[in-house]
């Protein structure tokens, strides 16, 4: 299902959620003052002192878009469904993505454009070997949407599968029946099977 490099894209994207929403509170500057004395400055002033809180702002939307497309995309029929082996919790991987890129990126001085094009280029960087490794499913928003991780070892039709990883949102345990979409090689999204 999310085979191509775009579908990867969208879901690092929204795995950024948190920064965009940091980098927002961080850097917007809307004076507010409430005297008799104070003014509108105008939108134009407005827009041009909140530059990278607006396109923050912008791919947090565009997050959105691909959360819900991603939600779609996860409807319809499972006719497929195998059995667990083995299972181990993964949810960790949500924090350690967190932890190693999104907070470090945030304590770069969004005031000074050299680091805003360091920040960039960093995001780009990221964005790559996210994509290329495969790594869509620790996404820090898909557990804050209340999706767990699994690493698993399952029965399929075609034999045993080890160590593939497995994206809920139900409580799965070893010996459940689930019905399953390929999202990518080693990686399904899974329900228990009703």
């Known amino acids: 299902m999310l085979e191509n490099y775009r579908d990867k894209a969208e879901m690092y994207i929204t795995s950024l959620w948190l920064l965009f929403i940091l980098i927002i509170v961080l850097t917007v500057d ?5 005297s008799e004395s104070s ?13 990278i809180p607006i396109i923050s ?7 959105l878009f691909y959360v819900l497309r991603f939600r779609y995309k996860l409807k319809g029929s499972n006719n497929s469904y195998f059995r667990i082996k083995k299972i181990r919790n993964k949810n960790y991987e949500h924090l350690t993505f967190l932890t190693t890129y999104i907070i470090p990126l945030i304590c770069l001085d969004l ?25 869509f499913y620790a996404n820090p928003t898909l557990a804050l949407l209340g999706y767990q991780l699994y690493e698993a070892d399952a029965e399929l039709r075609d034999g045993l599968k080890e160590q593939i990883i497995l994206i809920s949102r139900e409580k799965i345990d070893e010996q459940s029946n689930v019905v399953y979409k390929k999202l990518d090689e080693k990686i399904y999204f899974i329900r228990r099977r009703r």
């Open 30 to 34: 809307v004076p507010l003052e409430f």
């Open 39 to 51: 003014y509108f400055i105008g939108f134009k002033e407005l827009t041009s002192r909140n530059i």
């Open 111 to 135: 005031s000074d454009l050299r680091y805003i094009i360091v920040l960039m280029f960093l995001l780009v960087i990221i964005g790559i070997i996210y994509i290329k490794t495969d790594m």
């Open 57 to 63: 702002l912008f791919f947090l939307f565009i997050g």
